[in-house]
């Protein structure tokens, strides 16, 4: 079932478009990556989402309740970690889940069961006394991400929650986004310009560009339009400048690079001959000790897609 139907959704600043006639629906249980360059339209579309902005054409439907409709309702079902961190810096984080508590019109022992437990999610207990402004930008996303939780929301909206983070930090924010899908079954939308994150979480994704769907889908699936190409690595030793000349002349290869101990081909699925390969490195005496295939990344997706990288 869905619980987030996005529905051609369009948003022009002035006369740009930002945002062209985007739908998709995000299942209850996925976590679902929200991907893109800077620039794509990804916060916007959030902002539309939480009732922020408001779009010119379209509509998104949270859990049946739509956002244009009925907005305290479609609300209520999300807790949104925004990309710039909202925290009070001089009282303690304590302090901030009291305040950012009572704005969810929570109080007396239901707040300080849910502070308790927001704090152990994100493993913040230790540090509850200490003033915000202490903390590193790490801990104040992971306060960030408390906030969002204390509500208890179905739906956790995290934009961009690991830029200019420590790496500590992050695999914490991993592990805990792999929890409380697992645990709780929150919904989680994750975005982020970091494809090996979104490789590494999500089960579903929509990419974009310029404000329009790139692709969209099952993770395995989006990976398959990325135009058969594979990438093999074969464990090797002596191997050398013209064997990596030969290897680049076989058909279906585009790509060859001789590393210490291996041989790296970017290949064309439909058109490489593995036995072609093979026999060659016999000829030339070159032992294999090892072969391994190893499917595109989402970082090459894109670039296949759009022909451009997703990096700055
Ligand atoms: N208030 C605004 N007025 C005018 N243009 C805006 C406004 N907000 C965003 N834009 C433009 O809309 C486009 C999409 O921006 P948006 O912030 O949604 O992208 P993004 O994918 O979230 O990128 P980033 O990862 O950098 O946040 C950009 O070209 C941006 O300059």
Do not use: W
């Not at 244009?68 to 999300?78: G, S, V, Y």
């Amino acid at each position: 079932m869905a619980i987030i139907e996005v529905k051609n959704i369009t948003k022009r600043f002035g006369n740009k478009i930002v945002l062209d006639n985007v739908s998709f629906n995000i299942h209850k249980g996925d976590i679902y990556g929200l991907i893109g360059p800077n620039g794509a339209g990804k916060s916007t579309l959030i902002n539309i989402m939480t009732g922020v902005l408001e779009s010119q054409g379209g509509d998104i439907i949270i859990d049946g309740f739509s956002i244009k409709e009925n907005p305290l309702e479609a609300k209520r079902r999300i807790g949104l970690v925004p990309q710039e961190i909202a925290l009070m810096e001089t009282v303690s984080a304590y302090e901030n889940l009291e305040f950012f508590g009572a704005l969810y019109h929570l109080k007396g022992p239901l707040l300080k069961k849910r502070i308790t437990e927001v704090l152990e999610l994100t493993g913040l207990e230790e540090k509850r006394k200490e003033k915000v402004k202490k903390f590193s930008g790490g801990m104040k996303r992971r306060l960030n991400l408390a906030v969002a939780l204390l509500h208890y929301p179905e739906i956790l909206i995290m934009d961009e929650p690991t830029v200019g983070i420590d790496p500590q930090s992050r695999n914490h924010i991993f592990e805990f986004v792999k929890n409380i899908n697992k645990e709780k079954g929150t919904t989680i939308l994750y975005t982020s310009h970091y494809m090996e994150e979104v490789e590494l979480l999500c089960n579903e994704l929509f990419i974009m560009d310029l404000g329009k769907e790139v692709a969209s889908g099952e993770k395995q699936m989006v990976k398959s339009l990325a135009g058969g190409n594979s990438r093999i690595q074969l464990k090797t030793f002596g191997a050398t400048r013209e064997t990596e000349k030969s290897l680049r002349e076989l058909k279906g290869v585009k790509a060859c690079q001789i590393e210490e101990d291996s041989i790296v081909l970017m290949i064309e699925d439909k058109e490489f001959q593995l036995e072609v390969l093979l026999k060659i490195l016999e000829q030339k005496q070159i032992k294999i000790k090892g072969i391994n295939f190893q499917e595109p990344s989402l970082e090459e997706v894109f670039l296949s897609l759009t022909g451009k990288s997703l990096r700055e």
